[in-house]
């Protein structure tokens, strides 16, 4: 029995590689690093803004002008990449301003690579901010159309890669949009643009603090008939799987702290690089309980990547990213 056994010298005693720190640092199994870090971002139209979002304390949304100075100031700590979320001037049915290359998304994308060229810009690609009814599809009959939709959907990453977009990130949840967004960019000649696929997302409660920042709260009913129901697991790997059959470059579980299961099992059965998204509500409790004083900031976030990590997520999006990259640089 192994009780009896510890309890002897040279026993198995696993307390010996936890005695000091460079120990324990050696026998690390799971590190982060700043290089797999994405900082999403909220960009409104307009010059000079930086409006805070209240449920997401140290969030803010930016202009394009503004958002170069949080760009620079990401960078300043090693931030390789950003994921860029617009909230447009206008909305209507059919989401217009998300494939208008004169749209937020696009003209902030022109700046940031302008100022910025070796920096990582991704696109979210969605219709959800851009409709008037906040569904992130066509909406037929009260339904939301997957196969019209994806015309929509491709056309908008089409236009943001056009923008300057390095990945493209398709996040509707609607059948086949991997392939339609593929092909559209392959016709065009942007075949060495990278496709990084919400690949397992689900309808979740942790999203609210995002639809407050983007504005994007559908207007009637809910996500469930394109997100996924939180309580399957085998599901997300038939997503998954069909996602990586339609050329997904890059997978991606979202949320990422409620389904550590998902990314492990995804981590074990597909070779792809894999990103999970720390997403708004994860950011929002964590920043609640901090403020309070009932849990330490620093040592709260970097456990929470950590077993992002550990569960083995390549990616990490995040929007304690800066903090982060800060006190991974401090050491
Ligand atoms: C767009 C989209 C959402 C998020 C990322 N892309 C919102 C949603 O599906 O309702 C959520 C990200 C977050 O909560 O941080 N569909």
């Known amino acids: 029995m192994i009780e009896q056994k510890t309890a002897r010298e040279p026993g198995l005693r696993l307390r010996r590689l936890r005695r000091t720190q460079p120990l324990r640092r050696m026998v690390q199994e799971a590190r982060l690093h700043v290089e797999e870090l994405v900082y999403p971002v909220f960009v409104v139209p307009g010059q000079g803004q930086r409006q805070p ?13 503004t958002l170069l100075e949080e760009a620079a100031a990401a960078r300043e700590v090693g931030i390789p990449a950003l994921i860029l979320f617009g909230l447009p001037s206008h909305k209507d049915e059919m989401g217009t301003q998300a494939y208008d290359s004169e749209g937020v998304t696009q003209q902030a994308i022109l700046a940031l690579k302008q100022a910025f060229p070796d920096l990582l810009v991704m696109a979210d690609v969605c219709l959800c901010e851009y409709t008037s ?8 009959d009260g339904e939301v159309d997957n196969d019209r939709s994806l015309k929509l959907l491709a056309a908008t990453a089409l236009s943001l890669a056009q923008a300057g977009a390095d990945v493209v990130a398709p996040s509707a949840m609607m059948d086949g949009q ?42 009637f009913g809910d996500r469930r008939s394109y997100q996924m129901d939180p309580a399957n697991a085998r599901e997300a790997l038939r997503e998954v799987e069909l996602d990586a059959a339609e050329g997904a470059d890059i997978l991606m579980v979202k949320p990422a702290l ?6 492990s ?19 929002s409790m964590l920043q609640a309980a901090i403020q309070r004083g009932w849990l330490e900031e620093r040592r709260a976030i970097m456990e929470t990547l950590t077993a ?22 401090e050491g």
């Open 308 to 329: 992002i990590k550990r569960a083995g997520a390549d990616i990490i999006l995040t929007y304690h990213a800066r903090e982060v990259a800060r006190w991974l640089k």
């Open 258 to 263: 409620p389904y550590l299961d998902i990314i």
């Open 133 to 140: 009814h906040g569904h992130c599809g066509v909406v037929v």
């Open 53 to 65: 979002i209240d449920s997401m304390p140290g969030i803010s949304r930016f202009s394009a002008d």
């Open 265 to 283: 099992r995804v981590r074990a059965a597909f070779p792809h690089p894999l990103a999970a998204y720390n997403v708004s509500g994860e950011y």
């Open 178 to 219: 991997v392939a339609a967004i593929r092909e559209h960019l392959d016709g065009a000649g942007l075949n060495s643009t990278p496709v990084m696929a919400y690949a397992a997302k689900y309808s979740s409660s942790f999203y609210g603090p995002f639809r407050e920042a983007a504005d994007s709260a559908p207007g």
